[in-house]
């Protein structure tokens, strides 16, 4: 059985998500994304850990109803639709 050792995690400036990801730790990658440039006030993690590949396939499903509701753009720092 896999681990559940994985977070989800959206990076939001006010109350807009400008980067939707996944990690096994949640400070070193804020404080990654902060030493990236990336401005955002808040990160807010969604729900409990989980398994790699169900975050995985979580993160491709935010990016793609995001961009449902953005006239097809992704959050502002996402490179591409499945996070990686």
Known sequence: MSNRDTYKYELRNGKRVVYV?????????EAEHRNEGM?????????NATTREAAE???S???ATYKENHHGER???NQNDSGK
Do not use: C
């Open 75 to 77: 959050p502002e720092y």
């Open 61 to 63: 499903d935010r990016i």
């Open 39 to 47: 401005a955002f006030t808040s990160m807010v993690k969604v729900g």
């Open 21 to 29: 990801g996944i990690t096994n730790d949640l400070e070193r990658r």
């Open 57 to 59: 396939a979580w993160e």
